[in-house]
């Protein structure tokens, strides 16, 4: 069982940037992918970002690409999120995500456990 506690949200201008972080309990996390998720309101819940349990391979959605970061510290059983350049459209709740295995996934059904959620709004 793994318990996911986001924190860093808030509401920015855009172009702006925040950090979000993740703090994972159990003494397994550096067995999990970890993803982050976003759902704007009205919209169904997408994929942003993932890392795997190495820290070696990324992805992201082309919607963040060069604008936000996922890294990981397996030490402290945390990821984080650096998200820059800040859109009003990358306004939504963020959700931390963890899937067993160490594979990459962007499928938002592949993920075990979730945290639950920080809001994020960006004003124009």
């Known amino acids: 069982q793994v318990q996911l506690v986001e924190s860093g949200g808030g509401l920015v201008q855009a172009g702006g940037s925040l950090r979000l972080s993740c703090a994972a309990s159990?003494?397994?996390?550096?067995?999990?992918?970890m993803g982050w998720f976003r759902q704007a309101p009205g919209k169904a819940r997408e994929f942003v970002t993932a890392?795997?349990?190495?820290?070696?391979?990324?992805g992201y959605a082309d919607s963040v690409r060069g604008r936000f970061t996922i890294s990981r510290d397996n030490a402290k059983n945390t990821v984080h999120l650096q998200m820059n350049s800040l859109k009003p459209e990358d306004t939504a709740i963020y959700y931390c995500?963890?899937?067993?295995?160490?594979?990459?996934?962007?499928?938002?059904?592949?993920?075990?456990?979730w945290g639950q959620g920080t809001q994020i709004t960006v004003s124009s």
């Open positions: 890392i795997t349990w190495s820290g070696r391979s990324t």
């Open positions: 995500a963890a899937k067993g295995g160490p594979d990459y996934s962007d499928y938002r059904g592949g993920y075990d456990y």
């Open positions: 159990g003494r397994t996390f550096n067995t999990y992918t």
